[in-house]
């Protein structure tokens, strides 16, 4: 007994749908990562401010989209949780956007922090 093709085709259109919301799903989750994490400086004790420009330069540019043409940020992250330094993101089309980036966590070398825009 074979299964009807009018019921094959709809199974397999109804698998593909599902799996491509799958990947896109995924792909949307990874491209709202929030958190990174750095080592502190040996020198300073802190997450110097261009690392900090680095990482969200990275988090905010898309795929087939370029990301800001630069991140400048008010100081060095300090290793205390809580603690949190402003960010202003500048696009080469459209307008600024202006971050806060907090610490979240602390162990050892690594300091984990959050991004969180701010209003304009």
Excluded: K
């Amino acid at each position: 007994m074979r299964a009807d093709p009018r019921w094959r085709g709809l199974v397999l259109g109804l698998v593909t749908v599902l799996a491509l919301a799958g990947v896109l799903a995924c792909a949307a989750v990874r491209l709202r990562a929030q958190e990174a994490t750095s080592e502190l400086d040996g020198g300073t004790r802190t997450v110097p401010r261009t690392e900090i420009a680095r990482t969200l330069s990275g988090q905010l540019a898309l795929p087939f989209r370029n990301g800001p043409d630069a991140v400048r940020c008010s100081g060095d992250l300090r290793p205390v949780p809580l603690a949190a330094v402003r960010c202003t993101a500048h696009f080469p089309l459209g307008p600024e956007r202006h971050l806060r980036v907090e610490v979240t966590r602390v162990r050892d070398n690594q300091v984990t922090y959050r991004r969180h825009s701010l209003p304009r």
